[in-house]
């Protein structure tokens, strides 16, 4: 069973940046598409960005060029810059490993909230 692990959230205020990670325990990445998704209070989860096994990337469109996805195959880790951060970018994230459409593995989740 393999586990993902996100770290890298927190409180930032708007107009700033995060890191997020999410470490594998398993060597994945070649196999699975990796992604980001988010869910904030009274909403669904939604898609913020998608990295494939062979490096495509994909985001969600309120994304507009604020954040990067990215991911270390050596070290089994994916991450997501976030700048330019906004109030409405505030949930929590969750790394995502999927087969085609359909999920695979799950990480427990970071809380972002953006705040002043």
């Known amino acids: 069973q393999v586990q993902l692990v996100e770290s890298g959230g927190g409180l930032v205020q708007p107009g700033g940046s995060l890191r997020l990670s999410c470490a594998a325990s398993?060597?994945?990445?070649?196999?699975?598409?990796m992604g980001w998704y988010r869910q904030a209070p009274g909403k669904q989860r939604e898609l913020v960005a998608l990295?494939?096994?062979?490096?495509?990337?994909n985001y969600g469109d309120f994304v507009k060029g604020r954040f990067t996805i990215s991911k270390d195959n050596a070290r089994n880790t994916m991450y997501l810059q976030m700048n330019s951060l906004k109030p409405e970018d505030t949930a929590v994230y969750y790394c995502?490993?999927?087969?085609?459409?359909?999920?695979?593995?799950w990480g427990q989740g970071t809380q972002v909230t953006v705040s002043s």
């Open positions: 995502n490993a999927r087969s085609g459409t359909i999920s695979i593995y």
């Open positions: 398993g060597n994945i990445f070649r196999t699975y598409a």
């Open positions: 990295i494939t096994s062979g490096g495509y990337t």
